[in-house]
């Protein structure tokens, strides 16, 4: 017996597997389709349209509703419809798993109603089953830490005392206590300064708090506890040493909390926690069903409602959204995601709790959940998907973003670290929460680094206890990890190899800046991401590198302050430089075109702006790190035929056999005026007359990385294409900074 073919305007009958679909309908072919008979049409029509009544948004020339049906977008149940043109989602779900409802709608999640007030009663008992779960059944197995005997942090407001104040301890006292996540927003607030803290310590006054300190205060009460750490009352602002003891100690604060409550919704300290919103928003629509006289269940239902906003569906959009973007959409509705301080303070924290508009959410070490749904089941294995039938390695991308959209607290967790094969799993984990963190904005650029410092210092405590069970003592590079601004000794063939991001970047403006350019002071050599401003990835993260010692050697590494202090408290180190032996191609890159814009107007992307002749008839991608530096008014590169001396040098070769090169140009006494590109201002002297030179490596072998080429293929002739372009090269030392 044949199997019934799908509806052509619903999409069912569908396999019941976490498989994701876009499917694109509308509301007309499917009320047609059920006419016809087809039940499902029937009952995805009738919920949108109910829905779609309190709504009442446009329709098209036909009048008609254009849609796009979302099966599991996320890699677990789900069913959600987008009426296209508008920002409204339609979500179906179930209350209980009836017989014939779960052979229909395959792909239906389970679901609850949610109350109107993430203030209101039936929130809070909600948290607190939540606490009295996590502590029964995640403890042990599921990496969250009962911080029942931790110290506190030296500086606590007492938020049961009368009146409030800020509590310095002057001995060690254990205690739980909850900390305070938000935005700070541009309006100033109460802080705590070197003028205001001894008053502090004798009392902060309630009424002067913005909205969001005074309810994390009362909630922190209701929830029982009696301290409270937020970061603007318990560190001296204008005090750089206090500021600094407590940045190196930000991991450990925010990992020895009990519970961080997250003001996800507000864009300010004066937003508040919480959030009522209109009851159509929340209101949720019931279809029965009786499928038959017969049925043993008889009566069955299927629920429907606006979709709310969630975390797991809200991250992934801020992956491919530009700065712009991510200001003003994303930043409206959960302006937290946004925020690079807030990235490491939410996945330091065994527990964090997020205040969002229209619920609440829910993130553990164990689990992920929100009140208007059941924990995402264990997601089904890659082979179970069609989006990951092929490859071992497609499968393995598959896993890992299911795991990062459904629970990506306890995907950058330490314990989940720790779980992981050393190296390779754990240097994809890492390079994961870059491309994560890269997109996310900061308020001041020399944050990149103190900003990570925290989950820095964890992942380098993960790697060193990894690396010992590897027996990482064959020599100084792998006794214990050193933190190279951003990259790791260990690692170093596959951290070199990140690119700069341009997709989703659509300016109509072609005046409009850049998205990836250096930072308007200098905070990292050219070979770190931390050298560029805007998202980077991985050449890694997608085929995977084979093991390419071989073709490029580390000989040495020197960068004075991020070795002694991961995070890089200091941002400008005295020194810093990698030596390496390996294959370098001479080449010369000419600029395309020598605009800023394509023929379109828009804004060149990193990848539109060099060629470089030695790829000539070659498969390639090239990618340059500062797209303003290259299209912009710069006398050093602006020649007249825009043709540059440029180098590569080999790093490694991916498992399809792409050759992956850094792209390099020699430094040159003239660049010692640089400012943000390059050697630092006054760094020149340094590089000439402080270093002493291993490997007989001279002057004139001096380099700075202005970007990276990915090379698939080459153009026809004798030998392999890969052993006559290697054939331009020589074997070479070199320094790059």
């Given at each position: ?59 098209d ?14 890699g ?18 179930r ?12 792909n ?57 104040r ?29 003028a ?32 409270l ?12 040493h ?19 409550l ?193 989950l ?108 002694r ?27 395309k ?7 379109r ?43 540059h ?26 660049q ?66």
């Amino acid at each position: 017996m044949s199997e019934q073919k799908p509806c052509l305007a619903c999409d069912h009958p569908r396999k019941d597997d976490c498989s994701s679909t876009a499917f694109r309908s509308s509301w007309a072919a499917m009320k047609a389709q059920a006419s016809l008979g087809c039940v499902t049409c029937g009952i995805l029509s009738e919920g949108i349209e109910k829905v779609l009544q309190d709504e009442q948004p446009q329709t098209d020339d036909n009048g008609d509703w254009q849609l796009r049906l979302d099966f599991n977008m996320q890699g677990t149940k789900s069913l959600n419809v987008l009426v296209l043109g508008t920002d409204i989602v339609v979500s179906f779900f179930r209350s209980e798993a009836t017989p014939w409802l779960s052979k229909t709608f395959p792909n239906i999640p389970d679901g609850f109603d949610v109350p109107p007030r993430t203030s209101s009663p039936e929130s809070l008992n909600w948290v607190r089953q939540q606490l009295q779960e996590c502590e029964r059944a995640h403890i042990i197995t599921g990496g969250c830490n009962d911080q029942k005997d931790v110290s506190l942090p030296w500086r606590v407001i007492a938020v049961q005392a009368t009146p409030i104040r800020l509590y310095e301890q002057d001995k060690d006292i254990r205690a739980r206590y909850i900390c305070l996540s938000h935005v700070w927003g541009e309006r100033p607030f109460l802080q705590t300064t070197s003028a205001t803290i001894a008053s502090h310590k004798k009392e902060i006054a309630y009424d002067k708090l913005p909205l969001t300190f005074q309810q994390a205060i009362n909630y922190t009460r209701q929830l029982g506890f009696s301290y409270l750490w937020i970061d603007s009352l318990c560190i001296i602002q204008d005090d750089e040493h206090d500021w600094r003891y407590h940045a190196a100690r930000m991991c450990y604060i925010y990992s020895n909390a009990y519970l961080v409550l997250s003001a996800a919704r507000s864009p300010n300290a004066y937003g508040g926690l919480f959030a009522d919103f209109p009851f159509s928003r929340c209101k949720t629509y019931t279809m029965k069903i009786t499928p038959s006289i017969d049925s043993p269940q008889g009566t069955e239902k299927i629920h429907v409602r606006r979709s709310l906003t969630h975390l797991n569906t809200t991250q992934p959009l801020i992956r491919s959204m530009n700065t712009a973007q991510r200001k003003s959409q994303i930043g409206s509705v959960l302006p937290t995601l946004t925020r690079g301080w807030i990235f490491q303070e939410r996945f330091l924290a065994s527990r964090v709790l997020h205040f969002g508009p229209e619920e609440l959410f829910w993130e553990c070490n164990a689990t992920s959940l929100c009140q208007c749904s059941s924990p995402p089941p264990v997601p089904l294995s890659p082979t179970q998907s069609s989006a990951a039938e092929s490859q071992p390695g497609q499968m393995l991308r598959y896993s890992q973003m299911v795991a990062r959209n459904t629970n990506p607290k306890s995907y950058y967790s330490y314990g989940a670290w720790l779980k992981q094969d050393f190296p390779d799993s754990l240097t994809s984990r890492w390079h994961h929460l870059v491309e994560e963190y890269t997109r996310l904005n900061l308020t001041f650029e020399k944050d990149i680094f103190p900003a990570l410092s925290g989950l820095t210092i964890e992942m380098r405590n993960c790697i060193n206890i990894k690396g010992q069970g590897r027996g990482m003592t064959a020599s100084r590079m792998f006794k214990s990890t050193a933190w190279l601004a951003g990259l790791w000794s260990h690692s170093l063939h596959r951290d070199l190899l990140w690119r700069v991001v341009d997709y989703g970047d659509e300016q109509d403006d072609h005046n409009t800046p850049p998205s990836t350019r250096r930072p308007s002071e200098w905070r990292a050599p050219s070979w770190s991401w931390g050298s560029v401003t805007g998202p980077v990835e991985f050449l890694d993260q997608t085929e995977g590198m084979m093991q390419s010692k071989s073709r490029c050697e580390i000989l040495d590494f020197y960068c004075d302050r991020w070795s002694r202090y991961p995070g890089g408290l200091d941002n400008v180190g005295d020194g810093h430089f990698l030596a390496l032996r390996g294959s370098l191609i001479p080449a010369v890159a000419t600029v395309k075109g020598l605009t800023s814009s394509d023929s379109r107007g828009k804004q060149k992307k990193a990848w539109e702006v060099l060629d470089l002749d030695i790829f000539d008839g070659h498969l390639k991608n090239v990618w340059v790190d500062d797209t303003a530096h290259w299209l912009g008014n710069d006398d050093h590169h602006a020649s007249q035929q825009g043709q540059h001396q440029v180098s590569c040098f080999l790093v490694g070769v991916k498992k399809t056999k792409a050759l992956c090169f850094l792209i390099l140009e020699r430094l040159q006494e003239r660049q010692q005026d640089t400012t943000g590109f390059g050697v630092p201002k006054g760094h020149w002297h340094r590089i000439q007359n402080t270093y002493n030179w291993t490997d007989c490596v001279e002057i004139q072998n001096l380099y700075q990385r202005i970007g990276v080429a990915e090379v698939f293929g080459g153009p026809p002739g004798p030998g392999s294409w890969t052993e006559r372009l290697l054939g331009l090269g020589h074997d070479q030392v070199l320094k790059i900074f």
